[in-house]
Every structure is written in structure tokens, then in C-alpha cells.
T-cell receptor, first 115, second 119 residues
Framework: AQKITQTQPGMFVQEKEAVTLDCTYD???????LFWYKQPSSGEMIFLIY??????QNATEGRYSLNFQKARKSANLVISASQLGDSAMYFC????????????FGAGTTVTVRA | NAGVTQTPKFQVLKTGQSMTLQCAQD?????MSWYRQDPGMGLRLIHY???????DQGEVPNGYNVSRSTTEDFPLRLLSAAPSQTSVYFC??????????????????FGPGTRLTVL
């Protein structure tokens, strides 16, 4: 079974608007972590934001925030005030268990920001 | 710090050839891993290592070997290249030995990738 599901293959967003990227996950381990990475057309993987399963508050990093709904097993990424430089592929990933650093990735969502 | 470095950036092989993809990190990380990225499938874990001398298989290990003789280096060997191994390969590292100085979530730092084509 897929551990990470990203149902939106591609999205368009207008510059300066917010966009939400969906991510649902599947695990039975009570200790896990959720990551979002950005991959621009140049190919590198850039870490954006992290949410731990025991974190009480939703994670935020600048214009990125994570809408963590534990009961629904979702960890959606919200990008506020989109910029042209946000055009990229975005990956949701999960590590399971304490002390385990293997990551399971979703298939990714391509975001295109329009001027 | 150079972070995670990978060589080569591009490689073309013929079916049956062998080669080694190099990966090195200078962040004193204990954990290193190799992923492959194929269109529409995200990244999949090939092999990983939790420290020098310790390696284990990931999700798609067949056709690949690894070794970890030092903390810094984690080479990936293709024993007999096949067209199905055409992909982009990423090396990543995490979990610094000096954990008091690092963020708690220990995100993985990725190298720039190697684009491999097997004809």
C-alpha cells in the first residue's frame, strides 16, 4: 500500500495567491515525521518544512505552513503569496519510527505560478 | 561545507557495463542513503547506511551494491547495468554525530543528483 499519496499531479496558481498541496499518509507507528521538499527544474531537492507526529502546533516556515490533521492522516502544504520562483515539483515524505531515517515519498505535485 | 556531493552529474552506459556512483558528505552525518527518481513515482530508497560498516536494503535494492567504509563516503555500484536502471540518482545524508548542534527533525540533505542513461 502507498504510504504517501499526493493526488494532485499538477496545479496552476496566480502570483500572490495561496495554494494548498494535498498529502495523505498511511502508518500505524505512533512516532513519525512528515517532510515537504521542493524540486525546481534545476533538479535539486530543497527541504521546506517538517511536522512531527507529537507536535502540538502546525509547523510554519516563512511562507510555508503545514496543515496537519492527525486523525485524517493528512499533512497539506500551504504556500502563501505565491511567487514565480515557487514553480517547481513538491514532494511530501514520511519517516516512521523513532531513530529511523528512511523516507517514503509521494509521487509529487507540479506547481506552476502564473504572472 | 560542501554538503553532499555526487559524481558524475551525467553518465551514459551500455547494457551490461558496471560503474560506481560516488557520494560524499562533509557534515559528519551518520545516516546516508541512495534514492532513485523515476517520472511519476517520486523517490524510492535503494540502500541506506546508519554508520560506517553498516548497510541495509531499501525498497528497490536489486542490481545495486553499496559499502560504507568511512563516515564520509557512500558509493553506489551498478553491477551489470540494465535499461530499467535509467533514472536520476540522489544521495542523501542526515543525523549528525554532534546532535546537540542540529535541528531535532534531522531532515535529509540531498546531493545534486546523477542522471544515468543505460542504452
Amino acid at each position: 500500500a502507498q504510504k504517501i499519496t499526493q493526488t494532485q499531479p499538477g496545479m496552476f496558481v496566480q502570483e500572490k495567491e495561496a495554494v494548498t498541496l494535498d498529502c495523505t499518509y498511511d502508518t500505524s507507528d505512533p512516532s513519525y515525521g512528515l517532510f515537504w521538499y521542493k524540486q525546481p527544474s534545476s533538479g535539486e531537492m530543497i527541504f521546506l518544512i517538517y511536522q512531527g507526529s507529537y507536535d502540538q502546533q502546525n509547523a510554519t516556515e516563512g511562507r510555508y505552513s503545514l496543515n496537519f490533521q492527525k486523525a485524517r492522516k493528512s499533512a497539506n502544504l500551504v504556500i502563501s503569496a505565491s511567487q514565480l520562483g515557487d514553480s517547481a515539483m513538491y514532494f511530501c515524505a514520511m519517516r516512521e519510527g523513532y531513530g529511523d531515517y528512511k523516507l517514503s515519498f509521494g509521487a509529487g505535485t507540479t506547481v506552476t505560478v502564473r504572472a | 561545507n560542501a554538503g553532499v556531493t555526487q559524481t558524475p552529474k551525467f553518465q551514459v552506459l551500455k547494457t551490461g557495463q558496471s560503474m560506481t556512483l560516488q557520494c560524499a558528505q562533509d557534515m559528519n552525518h551518520e545516516y546516508m542513503s541512495w534514492y532513485r527518481q523515476d517520472p511519476g513515482m517520486g523517490l524510492r530508497l535503494i540502500h541506506y547506511s546508519v554508520g560506517a560498516g553498516i548497510t541495509d536494503q531499501g525498497e528497490v535494492p536489486n542490481g545495486y551494491n553499496v559499502s560504507r567504509s568511512t563516515t564520509e563516503d557512500f558509493p553506489l555500484r551498478l553491477l551489470s547495468a540494465a535499461p530499467s536502471q535509467t533514472s536520476v540518482y540522489f544521495c542523501a545524508s542526515s543525523y549528525p554525530r554532534d546532535r546537540g548542534a542540529a535541528r531535532q527533525h534531522y531532515e535529509q540533505f540531498f546531493g545534486p543528483g546523477t542522471r544515468l542513461t543505460v542504452l
